[in-house]
């Protein structure tokens, strides 16, 4: 018998077709849309983008972006990294995108050291970080409360004059001194106490704050792997790092723990002699259960830990960039010091009362932190949410990286960028460094801002307008100003063969109340 197949075929074809064109039609109506990201430099395999980062990363950021554009995605191993380098692209960030981003990514040894993130700079974004921030900005780092500090800052401030003035015709080191300066302020704000008066408490190992501090600096900008490749979380457990984390940690642990008892015994109200300092606004804070959480112990601990890390030597950094840049030009230190000499008399220091009068000196620091942001790329940020910028998809969970050193090197926003001409700041151009103005962002901006910016503002224009005020600097005799960057995220002049030290010579305790007013 012969059997066909044909006329069964043909009869199934329509139905064949059919389900031919379904198929089609279902793929591309459930396929994910395509994406569309930034442009990327070409990557390697395990390490992405990595080796493209020099020991400078705001300038490796910075090529990268003259040739992908302001908005370009990394990959750090296998995490994608967004990075903005212009004003357009931050203002989409951190204003446009502000609630999306003001996540901050996990960092394995800052949380080691932050009782879990419980402070506010590493803490995710959520509840408790809002309470801590508001805590930040309403009561420990209020105006009314950096006003609160103000004869401590120009005690310290004359303690430094007075130094300067007792070396005689020695040379001095200046950068010592604006760190011992801003140290000082810092802690007796925090605790009410010297800084090299903490410095033989705590640590067990019989180390004082001072040094443990600095090993905390060191150990928060170590690169480690393990955030950005979970599987290789075991070299930094090999090498000893989370090792020397762990203890560092107990030796603070140990340290603030002392400071925090002694507090407790004493309950210092406003007002009263000495005043409060930070501590005894956080315990009033916990007794009375102001912001309606119970504020614990390692809460206050870690906030305390943030205004040392975040805020000693950022503010030191930038006084030593002022006096760096004005000794590179003299015309703009000589308008200032008839700036600050014209308002003050010789036999008077400056004080915060006179500054508001000094345009020149506001100017002059916004100069420096455009050219020299302490924090030349923003403290890192992270999306919570898939989100689109300028036509870009950003996946949720991408690191974000905010190049402020970039963008104050734009030449869409700034004529000769690399130049430094406080000028550019007065003559109507009312640019602010508050994160309002995109162009210079120093201090961040958004809802993850600085807190810190009116107690580092005081700080820096105080002490910069009293040492032009008393003296003429100049350098040791056979030093020549080399000045250059010292380390990622602690760009510093040097002067000499010693980074970061800042050797001067004074040549005089310059004091004539009498400079004409067209010397500005
Ligand atoms: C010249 C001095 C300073 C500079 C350049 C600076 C810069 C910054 C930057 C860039 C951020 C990240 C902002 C963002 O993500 O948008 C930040 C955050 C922070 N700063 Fe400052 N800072 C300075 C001084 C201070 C001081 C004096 C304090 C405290 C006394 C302070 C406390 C903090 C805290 C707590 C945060 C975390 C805010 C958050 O994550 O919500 N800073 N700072």
Not at 11 to 20: A, K
Not at 382 to 392: A, L, M
Not at 449 to 454: A, F, K
Request: glycine fraction near 8%.
């Amino acid at each position: 018998m012969h059997f066909s197949l044909y006329p069964f075929i043909f009869s199934l074809l329509p139905l064949f077709l059919f389900l031919v064109f379904l198929r089609k039609w279902l793929s591309i109506t459930t396929r994910p849309p395509r994406k569309n990201p930034p442009p990327s430099p070409r990557k390697l395999p395990l390490i992405g983008n990595l080796h493209q980062i020099g020991p400078f990363p705001h300038r490796s950021l910075h090529s990268l972006s003259q040739a992908h554009g302001p908005l370009m995605l990394l990959h750090f191993a296998a995490a994608p990294v967004l990075v903005a380098s212009s004003t357009a692209a931050a203002r989409d960030i951190m204003k446009t995108h502000d609630l999306i981003f003001s996540n901050r990514p996990k960092s394995t040894i800052a949380e080691k050291i932050s009782y879990g993130a419980k402070d506010v700079l590493f803490s995710p974004y959520g509840e408790y970080w809002r309470q801590m921030k508001s805590i930040c900005v309403l009561q420990v780092l209020s105006n009314k409360r950096v006003q609160s500090f103000r004869d401590v800052r120009e005690e310290e401030m004359a303690l430094i004059i007075e130094k300067i003035s007792d070396s005689g015709s020695e040379v001095v080191n200046l950068s010592k001194l604006i760190v011992e300066l801003t140290a000082n302020v810092v802690c007796r704000a925090a605790f009410g106490l010297k800084y090299d008066g903490v410095g033989g408490r705590g640590g067990g190992a019989g180390r004082g704050f001072k040094e443990v501090l600095g090993e905390v600096m060191e150990l928060i900008g170590v690169f480690d792997i393990g955030d950005f490749v979970p599987w290789l979380k075991w070299v930094n457990r090999v090498n000893g790092v989370y090792g020397r984390v762990e203890r560092l940690a107990k030796e603070l642990d140990e340290f603030l723990e002392g400071v925090v008892e002694e507090h407790e015994g004493r309950e210092r109200k406003v007002g009263e002699e000495g005043g409060q300092d930070f501590v005894d606004v956080l315990l009033e804070i916990q007794r009375e259960n102001v912001v309606g959480i119970p504020l614990q112990r390692d809460s206050i601990k870690a906030l305390i830990l943030d205004i040392f890390a975040a805020g000693t030597d950022t503010t030191s950094t930038i006084i030593e960039w002022v006096m760096t840049e004005l000794l590179k030009h003299p015309q703009a230190m000589k308008k200032l010091q008839a700036e600050v000499r014209l308002i003050v008399h010789s036999n008077q220091p400056v004080t915060e009362d006179d500054l508001d009068q000094m345009p020149y000196l506001k100017a002059v620091i916004k100069e420096t932190l455009r050219l020299h942001p302490p924090i030349p790329i923003i403290v890192p940020r992270e999306s919570t949410k898939d989100v689109q910028v300028k036509g870009y998809d950003i996946a949720a969970g991408t690191r974000v990286l905010v190049n402020a050193w970039a963008i104050g090197q734009d030449s869409a926003s700034w004529d000769e960028p690399e130049e430094f001409r406080p000028e550019r700041f007065l003559n109507g151009r009312s640019i602010d460094f508050r994160g309002h103005d995109f162009e210079l962002i120093p201090f961040g901006a958004g809802r993850r801002g600085c807190p810190g910016i009116q107690f580092a503002a005081v700080v820096d224009e105080l002490a910069v307008a009293n040492l032009v005020h008393k003296f003429d600097f100049a350098l040791p005799d056979g030093v020549e100003l080399d000045v250059h960057e010292f380390r990622a995220y602690r760009s510093r002049a040097i002067t000499s063969a010693d980074p970061c030290v800042m050797p001067l010579r004074k040549t005089s305790t310059t004091c004539s109340g009498d400079v004409p007013k067209s010397g500005i």
